[in-house]
């Protein structure tokens, strides 16, 4: 690791580690507003009467689909972290079976999540289409969007992701020679604008549909990023596999 300067490196494992407990967390502090006024309305123009009483406001899905992006930037930064306190020669042995297990986790995790959100999208537009009563039964699950509550949790998650990638190269500038760190950097950075720039394309009641559409690119990007690391591990393991079995025999007695 040269030259690395390791509090650098150590700031920007707790930098992508909040950007990932803030995109997890994104349910729980978005959401649950009172749309009742904005269904009444909604029914209103449709003329339809309807009690909207209790109706609350969804969070979405996209912000927390990043993490599953962001969780490939944490553990690439984890394993560089990895190298301050284990010795490298133990570093290689362990490091591609544990990505092995960390890419197969992600890919299994990410396609139950892209499943989810397709069926969530088929019920969105067949209930927005069936006018009146799906669209208002659309309108009280989906219709009202917390659009600026998002975008305050993008803005922070982006502006994590800027401090992650500014600290990784003060703690090595020859991270940027990492063509894999490299390509995960901008396409965090990328997705993250894009969600936010879905947000703020359509009306707020076609919000979520465009929400949970972005939730499904990013639960494929990152069964895309899954395959890359499981298929960059298997060298690793041929490797530390041929280093043990050759270890072996000269550890028997009698070998010098």
Known sequence: MGDLRKPFLLLALVAITLVVLVEVGSSLLTGGG????????????????????????????GTSYLA?????????????CLSLVVPERVQG??????????????IL????????AFVELMIMVSL?????FGTLAYLALWGFFPVGDAAVLLGLALLLKLVWAGLLVLAQPRFLQNKGLVLIIITTLLCTVVLEFLHNLVPVILVSILDDIGAIVFAI????WGLILLIGSIPAIVKAIR????????????RS
């Open 221 to 224: 990007i990152a069964i895309i």
């Open 34 to 61: 009172d749309a009742t006024g904005a269904l009444l309305v909604g029914a209103a123009d449709l003329g339809v009467e309807v009690d909207a009483a209790g109706v609350s406001e969804p969070s979405g899905r």
């Open 93 to 106: 042995r362990i490091q591609g079976v544990a990505t092995l297990i960390f890419s197969i986790l992600l």
């Open 128 to 132: 927005f289409l069936a006018v009146p």
């Open 68 to 80: 599953l992006i962001d969780a490939v930037a944490l553990w690439t930064t984890g394993l560089f």
């Open 243 to 254: 280093v043990t079995a050759a270890a072996v025999p000269a550890a028997l007695p009698g």
């Open 109 to 116: 995790g990410s396609l139950i999540l892209l499943i989810i």
